[in-house]
C-alpha cells in the first residue's frame, strides 16, 4: 500500500485526490449513473457508406431501428458488454472511440471487443431486427461471462 501512495505522490495524483475529491471520485467510483439511450447513441462514430447511395439509404433505416431499439431493446449494459466487453462506460470514454457500422452478410450483430466495432445487419422489420439483436446479445457470453 506504501508503494501505492508513492506512485500517486509521484505523478501528483495524491496531491489532486486530497484538493479536489469530489471531482477526482469519479475517476476511480462508479458514479452509480444508470446507462441512457442518448449515452449510448453519442459514444458511437457512424461509417456510413457513401452519401445519396442506396446502400446508404438502407443505412438510414437500419439507423432508424438502432434508435429504436436502443429505447426498447436488452438492457443497455448488455449491449454495451456485447460489443465492448464492458457494462459500464468509463470515466475518460473509450479508446478507441466505438464505431457502428454495417453488416450485410448477416442477419446478426458482429462485435470487435478489442477496437470497439459494432456492426450491425440491414433488415427491411423492425421486428426482424429487434429478434436478430436480441438473440445475438443474450446467446453471446462477453468477457466475465464465460
Known amino acids: 500500500m506504501l ?3 508513492y506512485g500517486l505522490t ?3 495524483v495524491l496531491d489532486a485526490l486530497q484538493r479536489y475529491p469530489l471531482q477526482m471520485k469519479c475517476l476511480f467510483v462508479d458514479d452509480g449513473k444508470a446507462l441512457t439511450a442518448t449515452d449510448m447513441e453519442s459514444l458511437f ?3 456510413h457508406s457513401e452519401r445519396g447511395s442506396n446502400a446508404f439509404q438502407e ?3 437500419t439507423m ?3 434508435q429504436d431499439y436502443l429505447q426498447d431493446g436488452v438492457s443497455l449494459e448488455d449491449i454495451l458488454v456485447f460489443f465492448t466487453g ?3 462506460i468509463p470515466a475518460l470514454g473509450f479508446s478507441p ?4 457500422e454495417f453488416i450485410r452478410h448477416s442477419r446478426f450483430p458482429v462485435a470487435n471487443t478489442c477496437d470497439n466495432i459494432l456492426r450491425i445487419p440491414l433488415h427491411v422489420s ?3 431486427f429487434k429478434h436478430d439483436m436480441d438473440f445475438a446479445i443474450r446467446n453471446s457470453p462477453g468477457f466475465g461471462r464465460a
Request: hydrophobic share 30%.
Open 126 to 128: 423492425y421486428t426482424a
Open 64 to 66: 432508424s431501428f438502432w
Open 10 to 12: 509521484s505523478l501528483g
Open 97 to 100: 472511440k466505438p464505431s457502428l
Open 45 to 47: 462514430q457512424i461509417i
Open 59 to 61: 443505412e438510414c433505416q
Open 3 to 5: 508503494k501505492y501512495g
Open 86 to 88: 464492458c457494462d459500464s
